[in-house]
């Protein structure tokens, strides 16, 4: 079955960086399109960026352009998210997801970013 397995996640200062991965199972991990989202206390879950199948094609949320950067290696099954210049907003568990045929996330990774 589908296995999403999220890490990199931790406590760091505002301005610091980070790197998400996730590595994924029981798929055909090179022909999905693969998301992220995040969840702030008390707040819904929130879209962040998204990959094509072959990493060609990026979007993000407003709030992240330019901070952060989504990649993939397909050849082993891994989703990335490289996190820059953070802030105390950017505090959350993160999330990665298949996105189709039926949405499928990860258990999370928490990033707390606190002074």
């Known amino acids: 079955q589908v296995q999403l397995v999220e890490s990199g996640g931790g406590l760091v200062q505002p301005g610091e960086s980070l790197r998400l991965s996730c590595a994924a199972s029981g798929f055909t991990f090179g022909m999905a399109t693969m998301s992220w989202f995040r969840q702030a206390p008390g707040k819904d879950i929130e879209w962040v960026s998204t990959?094509?199948?072959?990493?060609?094609?990026?979007t993000y949320t407003n709030s992240v352009k330019g901070r952060f950067t989504v990649s993939r290696d397909n050849a082993n099954n891994m989703l990335y998210l490289h996190m820059n210049r953070l802030d105390i907003r950017d505090t959350a568990v993160y999330y990665c997801?298949?996105?189709?045929?039926?949405?499928?996330r990860g258990q999370g990774t928490q990033v707390t970013v606190s002074s």
């Open positions: 997801q298949k996105d189709r045929p039926i949405p499928i």
């Open positions: 990959i094509n199948n072959d990493g060609g094609t990026t």
